[in-house]
């Protein structure tokens, strides 16, 4: 499908609004969204367009420039199956409009779909009824990798296998709305919902009001309570299962644990200890009562499941076994969203509930049976075909369908053998012309076919409909395998409410809740990463500050200064040794500093550190502000740049000074936003071992006993202490004086007695895995530095001494690994206090 975007002469004697509305043309035959029964636009659609033309062209380009630089500051991303990077979050400018009485149609359908499901799933793992009653055939169940046959039998705590249900709709020809698919394994989308509702809700705010817009929050307050009657205990750990930052859809999984207030874990942050499952954190292990899985049921335990897998927990069955801990949803729940299972759908609500279908299913045709297996055969040019189970056609990705009509002679040869042969694998559904809604392209109203999901939570109340959802749309005309990728944007979902819509937040409707000041123990990768995300920035700003050095060694040393042109050797060979640069380059200069600022290919030029810092902050999504996740992307902006196009000494100035002054802006930010938790500690913590690490290493270079006062000035330079120094001495620069400074003056924040200090602060306000009170390693190696340092003079100082403490800190910054960051060998569990005092 093509749509035309250019620029037409406006129509004579019409307003703005009746020229968008004139000029909209649905497609011939297919239902449209903008336009109702009697053939006119719908009067939401039409206040919608109203409110958005009295606007005017410039502010309605304002604000979708608004909207798209919001996704981008706050990091809301993908990824296409494949992709080694992110990409920006493609959300269009216009909602999906559902009125109330199409909702209300919707969401019985939607309840009704999961309760039926839920008793399917209850019977295939239970009595199997429905096999030995002819309802579902044996191999529809038996042949699905879905089916998990370690689980059969197995009941959950709560006797309930679904607990979040998503469901893809589209409107049919005949005007209902049609289901195009089940999604029980680990429903995703319901976070880019969310984060749709915050983009759309801040772009037209008025409207949002005006309109009556049903609120979301309601529904996610309803499903974290229904999350947490899951536990026996009063206070649960919640935990969300992710698969990990490389997950197509990691930033929503971020997303929602950190508005839902659940603990991001991925399955090597788990383990199971006496039929328990335990959380490794850094004050040991922790039990871990209700798990939210976002991993595919047979990934969950390879010691029973998928042997393969690094992104479950081994022994979790096991603990399931035990009802030792909840899973939302069930292990293989997956079997029953195949489309496998749509052909008999209707055939099953006819007999597990004695009703009809709300919602009717695309006409399905299951080829694992003769009679319908001969029918998709003969009509295959006019059919859309899919794998049974998920599996993939003629070099297609999974889940993907077909049109019959679309393939090569040779394929459908292929295609017409493999059915014949194995029919269980394949199903044919009909291709039927699903309704469009109005996307807003270069200044015009163009249709576009929608798939729409919808979300249903159990509650304690039971199955509650998110009153929005999560919308696709696509310049495909096929639209009913819409994945995200090239052609797809996401809409928001907006149910016009019959009255105001109430102010509903997460917030506990009574005064009952127990206070809590620490958020709770920190997991161990959560610490790994905070603690490298701060070394990755510190370095970077080493970098950045060795650069801007070089780029005024480089001013002075064009004047022919000998010790200048000494000076700029030094610092590009600390660049060269600390993989800033090229080793052994023939650039020198200008150029080489342009290199260490934007080279991508070095290890440790600054752009490459703060793409580490990146990685690492991905990780730990959840526990950064969106103001942080804004300045990290800022910093890489500042730097990225192609080092081949000349650059003066001014010009890697300015490009240092920016950088510099960005990560000034994400320390001001930790220092003055974090809660002072774990988290905290171990980010501060990163940052001050690796700047005095740092500080030491600068002093060995630049504070020798035979050094000049330009070699002195430099180093002050580094340590950012020029002026503390100029202040406090009014003589000139003095090698004893600037060493003291530089290294032992816990008066100086830059100083490395002064980041001492600091850390020995922050071990002690970290827990402890014993309480026999012995020092663990990182306390005592600390304690021993803080006394080398404060008993140490600068008189007496020379580069071996600096050296100890830099081996010192070199062995702290290890000892800090092995005891917070559990995993593996260094996995430990807290000691209880025994006896009598």
Known sequence: MTVATTTKPPLPGFSELDELVARYRPLPGIPDEFIGADGKPKPAWLDFIAALTELGPDEIKRRFATADRHIRDTGVSYRAYGDESERAWPLGHLPLLIGAEDWK?????????????????????????????????ATAVAGCPDYLQPVAGLLPADRKYLHFYAVDLGRGPDGRWWVLGDRTQAPSGAGYALANRLVLSRTFPQLYRDMN?????????????????????????????????????????????????????????????????????????????????????????????????????????????DNGVALANALGSGVVETPVMMSFMPKLCRHVLKQELRLPNIATWWCGQKREREAVLAKMDTMALAGAFGNSLVGGSRHQSVLGGSLT??????????????????????????????????????????????????????????????????????????????????????????????????????????????????????????????????????????VRSLANRLIDASTKNPEAESLVGRLESILEEWGAVPKDTETKGTALAAIALSGEDERASAIALVEDARRAASFIRERLSADTWRLIEDLHDALKRDVTLPMTEADVLDRADAALRT??????????????????????????????????????????RDGSADGLGVLLELVDSQITYRSRYLVGLALVAVRDMVLLDAFNPRSVAFQVERLHEHLMDLPLLKTDGMLEAPRRLIVKLCSDIATSAAADLDNKAILVFERTLLSLAEAIGARYFLQGPNLERAEKAMGLA
Request: aromatic share 8%.
């Open 105 to 137: 149609e919707i969401a019985a359908g939607v309840e009704q779909r999961a309760e039926l499901l839920e008793a399917v799933l209850e019977d295939i793992y239970g009595a199997g009824k429905l096999i030995a009653d002819g309802a579902i055939p």
């Open 409 to 546: 002679p040779e394929e459908k040869v292929k295609l017409r053998a493999e059915i014949s042969e194995r029919g269980i694998d394949y199903v044919g559904q009909e291709v039927v012309n699903l309704s469009t809604t109005p996307v807003w392209i270069d200044g015009h109203l163009v249709p576009r076919p929608f798939v729409l999901r919808v979300f249903a939570a159990r509650t304690p109340d039971g199955w509650k409909v998110m009153p929005g959802g999560f919308c696709r749309t696509s310049d495909r005309a096929d639209a009913r395998a819409v994945a995200m990728g090239a052609g797809v944007e996401s809409a928001d979902v907006w149910v016009l409410g019959e009255k105001p819509a109430e102010l509903v937040s997460l917030l506990p409707a009574d005064e009952s809740v127990r206070i809590r000041r620490i958020i709770g123990n920190l997991p161990s990768r959560a610490a790994d990463n905070l603690f490298w995300f701060g070394r990755y920035l510190e370095r970077c700003e080493a970098i950045l500050r060795l």
């Open 213 to 321: 817009i049903e609120r979301l929050a309601p529904f996610f307050d309803a499903y974290r309570a229904g999350l947490t009657a899951l536990s026996q205990r009063s206070d649960p750990r919640i935990c969300l299962l992710t698969p990990g930052p490389y997950n197509e859809t990691y930033f929503e999984q971020a997303y929602l644990a950190r508005y839902l207030g659940l603990l991001l874990v991925e399955g090597g942050d788990l383990t199971v200890r006496d039929n328990l499952l335990h959380v490794r954190t850094i004050a040991g292990l922790k039990q871990a009562d209700v798990i939210l899985r976002r991993i595919d049921s047979d990934f969950a335990d390879p010691l029973e499941l998928n042997a393969r897998s690094r992104l479950g927990v081994p022994g979790l069955i096991d603990v399931v076994r």
């Open 663 to 704: 990560l000034s802006a994400i320390s001001g930010l930790s220092q003055e936003n974090m809660n002072r938790g774990a988290g905290w500690h171990l980010l501060d913590m990163g940052r001050r071992v690796e700047r005095a690490i740092n500080t030491c290493h600068f002093a060995r270079d630049f504070a020798q």
